[in-house]
């Protein structure tokens, strides 16, 4: 496929990459379809293209997939994190079988490989024991119009280094680190002290680390300067 813009291509997603990317076909061209999981299909914007594939990103969702689930997270598709929580957990497994089937079929170069089943996790969400949050004083928002304190401690948006969501609960750690981070949003805001810019370099609150024992029940706090 030639370089060079291109319209908004209507695809097919049948299978997921590496990455939480789903793959799509016209002919020999393999697309890599950011936001994208099996049995969609979409409307896709071309980001990046190559000689043999390209990348793009969801437009809007034409067809549902039936794998396709509610993401619980509010801020799911905004943060950088999770990546998969709108394609049943089930699919994520069978998926990400087939990828150690294909890596070692296509990197390894084993034409039969037995490849056992993916094992599952015992919980998909509340697992994580260390997160780590961003000062700003520039919170994004999806709406620029929307009124905004200059405060925040949140994820990063996915590819943007200096751009920050407020981000009062995450899903993936347990409810003590999370009554912990509420706890400490209101603390550091009522300091008066201002949150670092990565622009400016100036500020004083830069990066805030939880991380829970759930042997012990413990909880470490570490906040950087």
């Known amino acids: ?7 908004p291509l209507q695809l097919k997603i049948t299978d997921l990459a590496f990455g939480a990317r789903g793959i799509a076909r016209q002919n020999e061209f393999v697309w890599f379809v950011h936001g994208a999981i099996p049995g969609q ?3 896709a914007k071309p980001v990046r293209i190559k000689k043999a594939f390209g990348e793009a990103k969801v437009l809007a969702v034409i ?4 794998y396709e689930v509610p993401p619980p997270c509010p801020y799911f598709g905004i943060c950088g994190g ?8 089930g699919m994520q497994i069978h998926f990400k079988t ?8 296509r990197i390894g170069g084993l034409p039969s490989p037995e490849v056992k089943p993916c094992i599952p996790a015992k919980t998909i969400y509340g697992y994580r024991n260390k997160m780590e949050f961003t000062f700003s004083d520039q919170p ?16 990063h948006i996915p590819e943007h280094f200096d751009k920050i969501i407020n981000i009062e609960k995450c899903l993936l750690q347990s409810d003590s680190a999370n009554q912990v981070l509420k706890t400490l949003h209101a603390l550091f805001r009522e300091t008066g002290l201002p949150a670092y810019n990565i ?3 100036k500020g004083i609150w830069r990066f805030l680390i939880l991380r ?3 042997r012990t029940n413990e909880l470490l706090v570490h906040w950087i300067t």
């Not at 496929?1 to 319209?7: D, I």
């Not at 999770?82 to 957990?89: D, I, R, S, T, W």
């Open 140 to 155: 994004w928002t999806l709406d620029a119009k929307e009124k905004k304190e200059p405060f925040a401690i949140g994820l």
């Open 41 to 43: 299909t979409v409307l």
């Open 98 to 105: 087939q990828q150690v089937k294909d890596a070692l079929t």
């Open 199 to 201: 622009k400016s370099h």
């Open 82 to 89: 999770c990546k998969l929580q709108h394609l049943e957990y």
């Open 1 to 7: 496929m030639k370089k060079g813009k291109h319209p």
């Open 63 to 66: 067809e549902k997939s039936p």
């Open 212 to 214: 829970y024992g759930f």
